[in-house]
C-alpha cells in the first residue's frame, strides 16, 4: 500500500526509500515484529478464555506432553494478522505474485482453523475429515497456480545445474500443486515440539527472501545463471513479513509454551514457502532448504505404509521428532537439534546459487 501511494504521489527525499526492495524488507519485519508482540499477550488471553481446556493431547503420545494440557492453540492467528497487515501495507499490491501467496496463506489458515476449531469443540485430536481437508487445499492451491503459472511457465529448473529444465507442461500444474499441499502439510507434522517448527520456517523464508530477491533481477539472475522472473523479488517482503511475523510468535511459543501454532499457522507457512519457491521457480530447491519438513512428512509415510503392510514400526513413533524423545532426547535437545539442521539445509540450499 505504502508502496502504492509513493508511485502514485511521488515521494521525495528520504520518503523515495519505500521504492527500494531491501527498505521494504527490513521495514516489513520490524512491522510484523512489533504488532505480533503487541497483540500476542492480549491474543492469547482471549484463546485461553474462550477454549478453556485448549488443545486436545494425544493419549498415545509421549508421556511427557500431558503437561501441556490447557495451553491455547490457534496461535497461528496471531502470526496471519501480522504477516498480512505488514504485508499489504509494504508490498506492491498490483503484482499478481503477491496476491498468489496471500490467497494460499489466507486460504490454508482457513483450513487450519477449521480443523483446529473442530478440535477444540470436540475435544479431540482428528478434525475435520482428510479428504475433506486435502480437497480444500488443492482447490486453493491449483487457483494460486494458475496465477503464478501464466507468468512464469511450466519448466522445472534443475538446482546444480545451469538452464538445464525438464520441460512438464501440463504435468507442471499438477506438480506444483502436489508441492504446495504436501509442503503445507509437512510443516503441520513438523509442528509437534515448542518451537520446532517455527524456528525452520524463518531460516527458510530468510533463503527464500535471498532466493527470490536474485531471481526478480535480470543482472543477478543473469550471473548466477539462476532462472529470471520479474516480479518475483516483490515476494522478498512477502517473506521477511513470515520472518518477523515468526519471529514474535517464538517469543510466546519458546518452551514452555504458552500458545500452540495449531494447523491455522503450520498449513498457512508451509504453503506460502512452497508458493513463494513455485514462483522463483526453485521448486527442488525448497525440498533442500526445507529438508527438515520433508522428512517429518516422509517418517510418517514411512511408518504408516510399514505398518500397514507388516504390522511392525520403522520408529518408536511418528512423526520422527517423536521417535527421538522415545529414544531418551529431552524436548529441547530435539529442537535444537533440528534447528541446526535446518540451518545447515538452508546453507545448502543457497548454495546452488553459484555451485551451477
Not at 477449521?114 to 482428528?126: E, G, I, W
Not at 524456528?199 to 531471481?215: D, G, N, Q, T
Not at 512452497?274 to 527442488?284: D, G, K, N, S, Y
Request: hydrophobic share 55%; proline share 4%; aromatic share 12%.
Amino acid at each position: 500500500m505504502l508502496y502504492w501511494l509513493a508511485e502514485w504521489l511521488g515521494f521525495p527525499g528520504a520518503l523515495n526509500l519505500i521504492r527500494y526492495l531491501s527498505f521494504r524488507s527490513g521495514a516489513a519485519v520490524a512491522t510484523a515484529l512489533i504488532i505480533g508482540l503487541w497483540i500476542g499477550p492480549r491474543f492469547i488471553l482471549m484463546l485461553r478464555m474462550r477454549q478453556g481446556k485448549g488443545q486436545p493431547i494425544r493419549d498415545d503420545g509421549p508421556q511427557s506432553h500431558l503437561a501441556k494440557k490447557g495451553t491455547p492453540t490457534m496461535g497461528g492467528l496471531m502470526i496471519l494478522i501480522a504477516l498480512m497487515i505488514s504485508a499489504l501495507l509494504w508490498m506492491d499490491l498490483s503484482n499478481r505474485f503477491v496476491w498468489a501467496c496471500i490467497f494460499v496463506s489466507g486460504g490454508f489458515a482457513v483450513v487450519g482453523f477449521l480443523d483446529d476449531l473442530d478440535k477444540v469443540t470436540k475435544a479431540s485430536h482428528r478434525g475435520i475429515p482428510g479428504r475433506v481437508r486435502l480437497l480444500l487445499e488443492f482447490a486453493i492451491a491449483g487457483i494460486a497456480v494458475l496465477l503464478i503459472v501464466s507468468r512464469t511457465g511450466t519448466d522445472l529448473y534443475l538446482p546444480f545445474f545451469n538452464d538445464i529444465y525438464v520441460p512438464l507442461g501440463p504435468l507442471y500444474y499438477v506438480f506444483a500443486m502436489v508441492l504446495i499441499v504436501g509442503f503445507g502439510n509437512a510443516v503441520n507434522l513438523t509442528d509437534g515440539l515448542d518451537g520446532l517448527a517455527t524456528f525452520p520456517v524463518i531460516i527458510a523464508s530468510l533463503a527464500f527472501l535471498v532466493i527470490v530477491y536474485l531471481s526478480g533481477n535480470a543482472k543477478f539472475a543473469a550471473y548466477l545463471g539462476i532462472p529470471h522472473v520479474p516480479g518475483a523479488g516483490e515476494l522478498a517482503i512477502f517473506a521477511a513479513s513470515i520472518i518477523g511475523a515468526c519471529l514474535a510468535f517464538l517469543w510466546f511459543n519458546a518452551p514452555p509454551a504458552a500458545v500452540f501454532m495449531g494447523d491455522t499457522g503450520s498449513l498457512a507457512l508451509g504453503g506460502a514457502l512452497a508458493t513463494i519457491a513455485v514462483t522463483a521457480q526453485h521448486e527442488l530447491v525448497l525440498v533442500l532448504v526445507g529438508g527438515l519438513f520433508v522428512v517429518e512428512a516422509l517418517s510418517v509415510i514411512i511408518q504408516v505404509f510399514w505398518y500397514k503392510r507388516t504390522g511392525r514400526r520403522v520408529f518408536r513413533m511418528a512423526p520422527i521428532h517423536h521417535h527421538f524423545e522415545q529414544l531418551g532426547w529431552p524436548e529441547s535437545t530435539v529442537v535444537i537439534r533440528f534447528w541446526i539442521v535446518s540451518i545447515v539445509l538452508a546453507l545448502a540450499g543457497l548454495a546452488t546459487l553459484k555451485l551451477r
